[in-house]
């Protein structure tokens, strides 16, 4: 599949740069457009650089407890910080930068319509076709998709038409490319692609409110450096770029 190549050649391309960066940062995969710009923002101002390694936030939480050498790290759910906090791999109390929305998408020339709410009948929509998602057993993306789907009732009737992917952009490639008719990813996803179309907004409601929540990875000396950045995303510069990718930077 495409997007498994897309998946292989960014991170080697993560780990080459890592080799040459004052900072490593482990960050949920929604966040790749706008921490890239966060990233070069701070580049300009110190000229110090950062390099970040995209992925699901749970394979990043395990890649930590394994020893991996991130020295900021920034989930998509509490529940992975949280993990990683009880190993005591946490370097003092997380701060949030951000909330999301979850919303369901569309290949852009797509004619398929779907009132979000209880009735939509996905299953009949569907066919023989099936929804890509993030695995829902425990990426964040794919947990908050699950939960919205059981609070409308259509969870149950979908158990064999779901495409469980390793993370919220790779549901995204897999509706872009067509693979699948309909995907559930977040708002900034959607936003930053040409080839889907948002069909439908989950109401916060639905699910666990989506946040992401950031820290200094404790196991790792961080350095002036790593502290510096941790400090930048919550700055006002980092704020408005968020902002610009669509993300909720209200506290």
Do not use: C
């Amino acid at each position: 599949m495409k997007w498994m190549k897309v998946a292989i050649l960014g991170l080697l391309f993560t780990l080459g740069q890592a080799v040459h960066a004052d900072t490593l940062v482990f960050a949920a995969a929604s966040l790749t457009n706008v921490l890239d710009d966060i990233m070069k923002a701070f580049q300009a101002e110190t000229g110090k650089r950062v390099a970040a390694s995209y992925a699901a936030s749970s394979v990043l939480a395990k890649q930590i407890e394994a020893g991996s050498p991130a020295q900021i790290f920034i989930s998509a759910d509490q529940d992975w910080m949280d993990y990683l906090k009880k190993r005591d791999l946490i370097s003092g109390e997380p701060q949030l930068l951000a909330r999301n929305q979850l919303v369901m998408i569309a290949p852009a020339d797509s004619t398929l319509q779907v009132n979000v709410g209880k009735g939509m009948q996905l299953e009949a929509l569907l066919g023989k076709e099936r929804l890509a998602l993030a695995d829902p057993t425990g990426v964040p993306a794919g947990k908050y998709a699950r939960a919205a789907l059981e609070y409308y009732g259509e969870w149950s009737s979908l158990a064999d038409k779901i495409i469980p992917l390793d993370n919220v952009r790779t549901a995204l490639i897999v509706v872009e490319t067509k693979e699948a008719p309909l995907g559930i990813v977040y708002a900034t996803d959607a936003k930053v692609s040409t080839r889907v179309k948002v069909i439908g907004v989950f109401p916060g409601e639905s699910h666990p409110p989506i946040v992401y929540p950031a820290a200094l990875v404790g196991r790792q000396n961080a350095g002036a450096e790593a502290a510096a950045f941790f400090a930048y995303l919550r700055s006002t510069k980092a704020r408005d770029l968020l902002e610009k990718y669509g993300f909720d930077v209200a506290q």
